[in-house]
């Protein structure tokens, strides 16, 4: 049968998110959970759903995982957000249910070869991708290739006096200006009593 997709996920701290993508970039379908204590649970539920029903079809699984990652050996090296994934061989995890080509890239990296196939990079030659959720993580474009390092501008440090973070820095950049730190911070103020219109908000 002709190779018509290609199944991308990514493995954030927070969500699993798992998509059924044409050979034109297009989402044909997807799913998504919270990542919880059983991330690998999560993930087999969402490849049972998405990518087996289709399996002659896709040309392989392409898996995007915040944190450090050796991507010839498929290994999640070091996961400050999802510790359970830390140290576990993930294309051979999934290689032994899925019978695809793997590949597990550091997420803010799959971001930037996605940007840079499909999306605001394709016409750059040279660029930075930084992504904002859970964490920070950005993924650097140079001569329209990957720069294969794991830039992790997130836990660059901008505060030497700042608090430490889960990677074993201080101040580092996400702890500030993730989504993560801002709801936190906006919170904390809230808590204090700073007058703001968030307060008229239902999260409060
Ligand atoms: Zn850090």
């Known amino acids: 049968m002709a190779k018509k997709y290609v199944v991308g996920v990514d493995i954030g701290g927070t969500n699993i998110r798992t998509a059924l993508i044409n050979l034109d970039g297009d989402i044909v379908s997807k799913v998504k959970n919270a990542t919880g204590k059983e991330p ?16 002659r079809e896709v040309c392989g699984i392409g898996i995007a995982v915040a944190g450090l990652i050796d991507r010839e050996g498929g290994v999640v090296m070091k ?11 993930l294309a051979a995890e999934i290689k032994k249910r899925y019978k695809t080509c793997i590949a597990v890239e550091n997420d803010a990296n799959a971001a930037a ?12 030659k040279n660029f930075v991708m930084l992504t904002l959720g859970t964490g920070i993580g950005g993924g650097v474009i140079i001569d ?19 608090p430490q973070c889960p990677c074993g ?7 500030y200006a993730s989504a ?3 709801i936190g911070t906006a919170v904390s103020e809230l808590e204090k009593g700073k007058s703001s219109i968030l307060k008229n908000s239902v999260y409060f």
């Open 113 to 124: 070869c996605g940007e840079k196939c499909a999306g605001a990079g394709k016409e750059f």
């Open 180 to 182: 993560t730190a801002i």
């Open 79 to 89: 996961s400050p957000n999802i510790p359970k994934l830390n140290s576990v061989n």
């Open 40 to 55: 690998l649970s999560v993930l087999y539920k969402q490849l049972d759903t998405v990518y087996a029903p289709h399996a």
């Open 169 to 175: 820095n201080v101040g580092c950049l996400e702890l």
């Open 144 to 162: 329209k290739k990957l720069l294969p390092v794991a830039a992790e501008i997130g836990h660059m440090s901008i505060n030497i006096d700042g």
